[in-house]
């Protein structure tokens, strides 16, 4: 799940993009990169790494312009190597540089096209690299750079790619064009800051990239739509594929966003808070008379929905687990043996906080289950005399594909299996789930702002539909076998 960001100021962008990044950095934590144009030239720079690794004064010096994007790089597609990290740049036409957050699902039979008819040839395995050369292509079908040549070239990218995107790009000698998909899968928030050499105007994947720099969030890019900000800072805006079903991705409030942001105006901090409620209260139906002492957060982002359980509960919250606070999020990293060690080097208890006490842990979600394995031992060698999980997401059963790198069903803790057996592979007292219905509910809220998800890993309901021996292929190109080999050949 990458991050990304575009500026277009009346001064130069790149520290911004950099300051930006950092605050997307829970996003991606394998490459980072920024390009910046000024008026003639494209400049790029990226690597393997944490934003604050990627960057140094002497590389931050070279990237000048006013107009700029910014992506830092979690990999669904292709190898984690230097050769995938983004943003991409093609130099025809008029220099285009792309960051993409998102995966297409139709990325062999693009790259195929884009060689056989677009005479295009992309070196790289990245999704996104095809992504650009597909969007330069039907820009180069266009006679004039203009906003409304980029919107209808941007029509021909909608028909073509299929899949989950939110996209930045800085095309030369026009400025900033930034697109979402027609099902708006990915998210993309739009938002402006005026000053006195004239208006500016930030997208980003979240808002919290907004409000660090200053930016009024205006509004989230709808689905399908398409904007331009021309280096002079004027803003155009069109819808730019059919309409089609609104489906955001749940697992985006879930587990990737910051809670600080807002997401299709929905608060992610909210969302999770409501999730706590609902699991409260579905624990108190089925446990009235429950022996929970304590309930304990698996940080971090479990934190919101577990205050709440507890609060609904009545019972104690206590921070029983301390982060190291140097080490990065575990889930998104990109191979079992790293996420496994990364448990125990990044979550430690606090013995008097477990020491004879019924406790309930709360996670937000249990993907491969390899977090709450590890907690559930620490959690009884810490004294706890019996220890119950609740998972404020249900059973992730089925892969992502549009963005989320859970590619191979079968490294799924919860597929093929009831919750009796999970609970059994994780060593728990008891573990509880929370209903798909009520996390779609807790999300949509009280104004029932979102109608429908993208919920496929959870229900398999996939919103683009899919062909058939997609999840084979996808499955032998990405499980962590397939990375594995990879790396050692
Ligand atoms: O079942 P698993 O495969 O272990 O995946 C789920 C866990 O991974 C994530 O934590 P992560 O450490 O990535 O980030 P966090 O600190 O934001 O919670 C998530 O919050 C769960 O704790
Ligand atoms: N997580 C993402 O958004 C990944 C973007 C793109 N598919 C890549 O692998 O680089
Ligand atoms: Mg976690």
Redesign the pocket.
């Known amino acids: 799940?990458?991050g990304?960001i575009g500026i277009v100021a009346t001064q130069d962008v790149a520290a911004q993009l950099y300051d930006g990044l950092t605050v997307l950095q829970h996003?991606?934590q394998d490459?980072a990169g920024i390009a910046t144009a000024d008026g003639t030239h494209l400049r790029v720079h990226k690597g393997n790494g944490l934003v604050r690794d990627v960057f140094d004064a002497g590389s931050m010096r070279q990237l000048e312009g006013r107009v700029g994007i910014a992506?830092c790089?979690?990999?669904?597609?292709?190898s984690e190597g230097l050769d995938?990290?983004?943003p991409f740049y093609v130099n025809s036409p008029y220099g285009i540089a792309l960051a993409?957050?998102?995966?297409?699902i139709n990325t062999d039979a693009l790259r195929r096209e884009v060689f056989e008819q677009d005479r295009r040839n992309v070196n790289t395995e990245?999704?996104?690299e095809v992504l650009l050369n597909v969007f330069a292509h039907e820009l180069d079908l266009q006679k004039a750079l203009t906003p409304e040549a980029v919107f209808r070239a941007l029509e021909g990218v909608n028909r073509r790619a299929k899949g989950?995107y939110a996209v930045v790009t800085a095309v030369l000698g026009l400025g900033l064009v930034a697109f979402r998909d027609p099902h708006g899968i990915?998210p993309l928030v739009l938002g402006k800051r005026s000053t006195a050499g004239g208006d500016e105007y930030a997208v980003a994947s979240e808002s919290v990239a907004l409000d660090i720099l200053g930016f009024e969030r205006l509004r989230d890019v709808a689905p399908g739509e398409a904007l331009v900000v021309t280096a002079r800072g004027e803003l155009f805006t069109r819808q730019c594929a059919p309409p089609q079903q609104h489906a955001p991705c749940i697992f985006e409030f879930v587990y990737f966003a910051r809670p600080d942001s807002m997401m299709d105006e929905v608060s992610v901090h909210k969302a999770r808070m409501r999730m706590g409620v609902k699991l409260g209260e579905k624990i108190l139906r089925l446990r009235p008379d429950h022996d929970i002492d304590v309930v304990i957060p698996i940080p971090d982002t479990s934190r919101d929905a577990a205050l709440e359980i507890a609060n609904v509960l009545g019972v104690k919250y206590r921070e029983g687990f301390i982060k190291n606070r140097y080490v990065g999020r575990t889930f998104i990293m990109p191979g079992q043996g790293q996420r496994a060690q990364s448990v125990k080097r990044k979550l430690n208890p606090i013995p008097l906080e477990f020491r004879n006490r019924v406790v309930l842990l709360v996670d937000d979600s249990i993907v491969r289950g390899t977090t709450s394995r590890q907690i559930v031992q620490m959690a009884r060698e810490a004294g706890a005399r019996k220890v119950y999980l609740a998972s404020a997401a249900p059973p992730v059963r089925h892969p992502n594909i549009y963005?989320?790198?859970m590619p191979s069903a079968d490294e799924l803790i919860a597929h093929g299996r009831s919750e009796e057996e999970i609970q059994q592979l994780l060593g728990c007292d008891w573990l509880l789930y929370q209903d798909l219905a009520d996390l779609e509910e807790a999300v949509s809220g009280p104004k029932q702002l979102i109608a429908h998800f993208d919920s496929s890993c959870f229900n398999g309901e996939y919103v683009t539909g899919i062909e058939p021996g997609y999840f084979e292929r996808i499955r032998q190109l990405r499980s962590d076998e397939a990375k594995k080999s990879r790396r050692v050949s």
């Open positions: 799940m990458c990304i996003r991606g490459a992506h790089r979690y990999p669904t597609a292709g995938e990290a983004q993409h957050n998102g995966n297409l990245s999704d996104s989950g990915r963005g989320i790198d």
